[in-house]
């Protein structure tokens, strides 16, 4: 079992930076693909980033891409997401997922463990 729990969010002004965390409290996640998802309010959920099983491959929305920095540290059991240059339409709730297989690295449903998400807000 996947136990999964984001932290690291809070306010920032725009131009701000913010280290997401989301470590697990369960078996260990190195098998797993581990993902960045954010939903803003009345909006869909939407893929932020995904780093591979071993961290050596990273995908990125287009939106996040030259600013946000997905890493894991599957030692330790945690996934970061560095977020720099922020801007006030990365407003969201930020969710890490947990995904096994070779379904779509973006697609949300692909990924079957979840938190609870972080709230970022970012102010202009």
């Known amino acids: 079992q996947v136990q999964l729990v984001e932290s690291g969010g809070g306010l920032v002004q725009a131009g701000g930076s913010l280290r997401l965390s989301c470590a697990n409290s369960?078996?260990?996640?190195?098998?797993?693909?581990m993902g960045w998802f954010r939903q803003a309010p009345g909006k869909e959920r939407e893929f932020v980033a995904r780093v591979g099983v071993s961290g050596g491959t990273t995908i990125y929305a287009d939106s996040v891409a030259g600013r946000f920095t997905i890493s894991r540290d599957n030692v330790k059991n945690t996934v970061y997401l560095q977020m720099n240059s922020l801007k006030p339409e990365d407003t969201a709730v930020y969710y890490c997922a947990a995904k096994i297989g070779y379904a779509s690295d973006t697609d949300w449903r692909a990924y079957r463990y979840w938190g609870p998400g972080t709230q970022v807000t970012v102010s202009s």
């Open positions: 369960g078996r260990t996640f190195s098998p797993y693909t």
